[in-house]
């Protein structure tokens, strides 16, 4: 499939924004990862299909995955940002074991 993520953008410490990602096909799992400048790709959030969320320990609390099934689009409700958010978040999804697909990205800069 192919994915088609937006939402980033820039935001003050504390502020909030939401990413969506809309994939142009059924998917079993959907997720967010995100990568800093320096550092690794690292999860952040997935759903799989009719299962439970996963999410990363920085970010229980303030970021919340959901999916709209009917429109094969996930989001991520990401409150309370620090700095340290600061990245370029990327949409996952999984079509079946082995097979996935990544988003574009989108920057996302928390900076005041």
């Known amino acids: 499939v192919q994915l088609q993520a937006c939402g980033g953008g820039l935001v003050q410490p504390g502020g909030s924004l939401r990413l969506s990602c809309a994939a142009s096909?059924?998917?079993?799992?959907m997720g967010w990862y995100r990568q800093a400048p320096g550092k690794q790709r690292e999860l952040v959030a997935t759903?799989?299909?009719?299962?439970?969320?996963n999410y990363a320990d920085f970010v229980k609390g303030r970021f919340t995955i959901s999916r709209d099934i009917r429109k094969n689009t996930v989001y991520l409700q990401m409150n309370s940002l620090e700095p340290e958010g600061t990245a370029v978040y990327y949409c996952?999804?999984?079509?079946?074991?082995?097979?996935?697909?990544w988003g574009q990205g989108t920057q996302v800069t928390v900076s005041s």
């Open positions: 759903l799989p299909r009719g299962g439970t969320t």
């Open positions: 096909g059924r998917t079993f799992s």
């Open positions: 996952h999804a999984r079509e079946s074991p082995g097979i996935d697909s």
